[in-house]
């Protein structure tokens, strides 16, 4: 089996198993973890045309985000629920690990590039949300008053 194809099943187990943490209950728990499957798979996608990491989390960060904003209005649920497990496979673990490594052994220059990459994922995920996050409340009241001059 394809390795990308071993990491969208393991995104989808991971995002269950941290949805299951999360106290997400029956059907439910398949929320996020579909979405972080979905969403590990646009991110390779994505990656595989762009060839950009930090862009590519961007993106897949704001599609996240809004999956999750709209899966909380279905659910009546906070969005911090559908959003904390979805995002799991996107968490730069990876290159943390590295940078660690390399500290450990006493490799700095290896140390500051790893650590600069998991930095600079760490920021261009909570960019993402963040422009979601805060764009929801005017978003929802230009409908709000559009929606009111139709009628």
Do not use: C
């Not at 764009?135 to 709000?144: F, G």
């Amino acid at each position: 089996m394809s390795q990308d194809v071993l990491s969208i099943i393991a995104s989808f187990f991971g995002s269950f198993g941290f949805a299951i943490i999360y106290n997400i209950r029956g059907r439910r728990v398949l929320i996020p973890a579909i979405g972080g499957a979905v969403f590990w798979a646009v991110y390779l996608v994505f990656l595989h045309f762009v060839n950009n990491e930090y862009l590519g989390f961007f993106v897949v960060a704001i599609l996240i985000t809004i999956y999750s904003e709209i899966w909380a209005r279905i659910l009546k649920t906070p969005a911090t629920t559908v959003l904390m497990p979805t995002v799991i496979p996107l968490i730069p673990g990876g290159s943390l690990y590295y940078a660690m490594d390399a500290a450990l052994r006493r490799d700095m220059p290896q140390f500051i590039v790893k650590g600069q990459a998991a930095i600079g994922l760490a920021i261009a995920l909570a960019a993402g949300i963040m422009v979601v996050t805060s764009l929801r409340r005017p978003i929802e009241a230009l409908v709000h008053i559009v929606a009111k001059k139709k009628y």
